[in-house]
């Protein structure tokens, strides 16, 4: 191991603990001052390459938010920060869940994460994994309950698939009008330059949908009927997908029933067969109130091979991302009109989504294309630092710097000394 990579290994757990917040990490400070949860999932792999103890605690962290419907909110408001909207007060959800929170979810990573920390020493997670595990399992039936569209997992708000301003959404997104939404102020761009965020257009349709949510007082029924924006989500279906196979895995373990999980786990097989679009040769998203594809491949749809999906398709469009990308994967195919390298979704490159594509073409036996993953990302973060995303062209950092997730996937696997890789 080169002093180089020990240097980038101090400095990524150096991230961590800075952003940590005593028993949850912030993504970064000024921009993002919560919890997130697909972020904290992130960051829990990150410390356990370093810190059990620690990594456990973000994940207990993390489910002590859980509504008592199983979902578990996007953000965990645990102090009050000026610095950010939407606060609690605009998302009105103080008093359903235990902990101030937004009404909407995230992907699903956690429970492959937990399975990951507990692969790390089996005997110190055994009471953590027995805690944990009834509260996934209800979170994975939420899922399942209220946002299967026959196994294929739908969102009724854009930052629920964490994938903010993706082209998939534009469609539902144009139909919105946002007449009404009021005044407010926008923090992210006095954080972030603003040609690297969302446009005025979309954040006034996402302020929109959550006070809509706000109305249906966060009631699942009420916005199974009622939320204008239902689009059926790779990142979602996929994630989920493998989460549930990880879920079943752990419940061996525990010795405990999986026959619901396993159904599920039958159900997002089938629901992610209907995210194959033929015309496009891949995997997309789909308007469910217009039953369109979007049309858009992102990186999203290389999540197949993660769900355990093999699709030569992909295979396909991966090549075409290496060629056309210094650092792949970009979050939208690079040559097309929507593309832009450095805003946010629809273009840059995300360390996190390669380091789930690349784990998923590693284990679908497709060991050089995921190494080639891998090193172009190390190579990306070593030159470029911990940043949010990345220009896919150039490998400039944009978004926020000293990001926790990022940090924590060089720990777990774009480190040369990192064992998962
Ligand atoms: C934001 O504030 O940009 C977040 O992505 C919402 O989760």
Known sequence: MSKDSISMDEQARAILRGNDRGGYTVPTAGLYPYQWNWDSAFAAWGFAQFDLPRAWAELTTLFSGQWPSGMVPH??????????????????????????????????????????????????????????????????????????????????????????????????????????????????????????????????????????????????????????????????????????????????????????????????????????????????????????????????????????????????????????CKYPVPSHKAGTEIFNPKRYWRGPTWAILNALIARGLAEMGHTAEAARVRDLTQALITRHGFAEYFDPMTGDPAGGGTFTWTAAVWLAWASPSAEAA
């Open 75 to 324: 953000i965990l408001f645990h102090k009050p920060d000026p610095g950010y909207f939407p606060g609690p007060d605009v998302w009105g959800a103080e008093d359903i869940g235990p902990i101030p929170s937004s009404g909407i979810s995230q992907p699903p990573v956690a429970a492959s994460f937990v399975r990951a920390v507990f692969d790390k020493d089996p005997k110190q997670g055994a009471e953590h994994l027995k805690a944990l595990f009834p509260k996934m399992v209800d979170w994975h039936r939420w899922f399942m309950t209220w946002r299967s569209d026959g196994g294929a997992i739908f969102i009724t708000h854009p930052w629920e698939a964490g994938r903010d301003n993706a082209p998939d959404w534009d469609e539902a997104m144009a139909a919105i009008d946002p007449t009404g939404v009021g005044d407010y102020t926008r923090r992210d761009t006095t954080h972030v330059d603003p040609a690297m965020r969302p446009t005025k257009e979309d954040y006034d349709r996402y302020i929109w949908l959550v006070q809509r949510g706000r109305r249906l007082g966060w009631d699942d029924a009420k916005l199974a009927q009622d939320m204008p924006f239902r689009v059926a989500d790779p990142t979602m279906t996929f994630i989920l997908l493998r989460a549930n196979r990880d879920l079943a895995a752990l419940a061996d373990v525990l010795g405990a029933d999986r026959s619901e999980i396993d159904g599920w786990t039958d159900t997002l097989e089938a629901g992610a067969a209907r995210l194959h679009n033929a015309d496009l040769g891949g995997y997309d998203a789909i308007n469910l109130n217009s039953g369109n594809h979007t049309g858009h491949v992102s990186c999203a749809s290389f999540l197949c091979w993660y769900a355990g999906i093999e699709s030569p398709t992909m295979m396909r469009e991966l090549s075409v991302a290496f060629e056309d």
